[in-house]
């Protein structure tokens, strides 16, 4: 990193940043509860993009509590082999 003075290059870069944000929150018409709470809401939007756009299949995903159409399809078929099983048993017992 190339110092500035007593500034390196990033730090300049979020200080320019932050105040592009400033005069923008500042156009939104309101108090400052307003503009903290559009732009709290813009920030979690954002955040929020890379968890509700990406495609992936039912139960791949990291944090997904469901199962995979592939495990459900297997263990419906475990079942009714199991069910039939259990007919043919008592089939023969009677």
């Known amino acids: 990193l190339k110092s ?4 390196t290059v990033n730090q300049l870069t979020i200080q320019t940043s932050t105040i592009m944000i400033k005069q923008i929150l500042q156009k939104i018409p ?3 509860n307003v503009q903290a709470f559009v732009g709290t809401s813009i920030l979690i939007g954002l955040c929020a993009i890379p968890v509700f756009g990406k495609d992936t299949k039912t ?9 995979p159409q592939a495990i459900v399809e ?15 048993q008592k089939q023969q017992q009677q």
């Open 4 to 7: 500035q003075g007593h500034h």
């Open 74 to 88: 297997s263990e419906s078929k475990l079942r009714k082999g199991y069910m039939d099983t259990k007919k043919e």
């Open 59 to 67: 139960g791949h995903d990291l944090f997904s509590q469901e199962k």
């Open 30 to 32: 309101g108090g400052q």
